[in-house]
T-cell receptor, first 114, second 113 residues
Framework: EAQVTQNPRYLITVTGKKLTVTCSQN?????MSWYRQDPGLGLRQIYY???????DKGDVPEGYKVSRKEKRNFPLILESPSPNQTSLYFC?????????????FGPGTRLTVT | AQSVTQLDSQVPVFEEAPVELRCNYS??????LFWYVQYPNQGLQLLLK??????LVKGINGFEAEFNKSQTSFHLRKPSVHISDTAEYFC???????????FGKGTRLHILP
């Protein structure tokens, strides 16, 4: 089954404790992206990657890091989380250079930073 | 730069009544347009998309949208809603095939019994 998986689904942590949210897709997509969703603000892009070893900042990259060492994986790293990073996070992937532009989303990771 | 405006943050509608969710975009170039749906406690999934051709686009679950270039709109419609349509709906725009997608802030559809 074609899917994007994220782990963990729920996470409560404390300020300053480094964490990683994993994202993996099995569709051989080149493009992967991270979004955060906050009430009244919709989805805002954090980082995206057009292919392995190619990453770029989205609209709200501050406080986040990403890496793309393999095509299927795109982890999101918070090196020193703060309460304003409490949010719902989505990973997504899609093809590039083709007629299909649909983004496939993971189920989301709800992060609470206290 | 392109942007997307969803004119209503919440839309209440009675079951079996028609609904229209409004979306306007701004862009100086041709765009690709999308509607995504997010059911409670789930990720987003594509409802429909406009890339080119016919301005009336049909999607899943009985939804359709009409691309209106002169009014820069892409409103989503369904002739008869069901309780299962309770969700948040996001309009999105992209200006080329490899560009990022800009999402609107979402419209929460409440179905009233």
């Amino acid at each position: 089954e074609a899917q994007v998986t994220q782990n963990p689904r729920y996470l409560i942590t404390v300020t300053g404790k480094k964490l990683t949210v994993t994202c993996s897709q099995n569709m051989n997509h080149e493009y992967m992206s991270w979004y955060r969703q906050d009430p009244g603000l919709g989805l805002r892009q954090i980082y995206y990657s057009m292919n392995v070893e190619v990453t770029d900042k989205g609209d709200v990259p501050e406080g986040y890091k990403v890496s793309r060492k393999e095509k299927r994986n795109f982890p999101l790293i918070l090196e020193s989380p703060s309460p304003n990073q409490t949010s719902l996070y989505f990973c997504a992937s899609r093809q590039t250079g083709g007629a299909s532009y649909e983004q496939y989303f993971g189920p989301g990771t709800r992060l609470t930073v206290t | 730069a392109q942007s997307v405006t969803q004119l209503d943050s919440q839309v209440p509608v009675f079951e079996e009544a028609p609904v229209e969710l409004r979306c306007n975009y701004s862009s100086s170039v041709s765009v690709y347009l999308f509607w995504y749906v997010q059911y409670p406690n789930q990720g987003l999934q594509l409802l429909l998309k406009y890339l080119s051709g016919s301005t009336l686009v049909k999607g899943i679950n009985g939804f359709e949208a009409e691309f209106n270039k002169s009014q820069t709109s892409f409103h989503l419609r369904k002739p008869s809603v069901h309780i299962s349509d309770t969700a948040e709906y996001f309009c999105a725009v992209s200006v080329n095939r490899d560009d990022k997608i800009i999402f609107g802030k979402g419209t929460r559809l409440h179905i009233l019994p």
